[in-house]
């Protein structure tokens, strides 16, 4: 019953940088300390693979060896959004972002995660 809404993607050129928002609405389980918000990416021919994520009762978060110093996760609680601020973008961060929400912090396993946003594409270009 939880409904994801990702935006804030578009074409960049390398070494630009975007802002992605994921909006969550619907009943979770937000209270519980181990309630996590994940971002994942999917490029053709690969499997989704994971970007970054956030503890959502407290500040604690982790990112892919990937994306580590350039990416940045945070949540407003307020207005029950996660963002994922992308910095110095490359071509082979090309890829459609997705949120998700899980259960298990410190997991880079997309099993782990159980509500999924429809995606929103990012296009890096050389």
């Known amino acids: 019953q939880v409904q994801l809404v990702e935006s804030g993607g578009g074409l960049v050129q390398a070494g630009g940088s975007l802002r992605l928002s994921c909006t969550i609405s619907?009943?979770?389980?937000?209270?519980?300390?181990?309630?996590?918000m994940g971002w994942f990416r999917q490029s053709p021919g690969k499997e989704r693979e994971f970007v970054a994520a956030?503890?959502?009762?407290?500040?604690?978060?982790y990112f892919a060896d990937s994306v580590a110093g350039r990416f940045t996760i945070s949540r407003d609680l307020a207005k029950n959004t996660v963002y994922l601020f992308m910095n110095s973008l490359k071509p082979e961060d090309t890829a459609v972002y997705y949120c998700?929400?899980?259960?298990?912090?410190?997991?880079?396993?997309?099993?782990?995660?159980?509500?999924w946003g429809q995606g929103t594409q990012v296009t890096v270009s050389s």
């Open positions: 998700a929400t899980g259960y298990r912090f410190g997991s880079t396993d997309v099993r782990d995660f159980e509500s």
């Open positions: 619907g009943r979770t389980f937000r209270t519980v300390s181990t309630f996590v």
């Open positions: 956030t503890r959502w009762s407290v500040d604690s978060t």
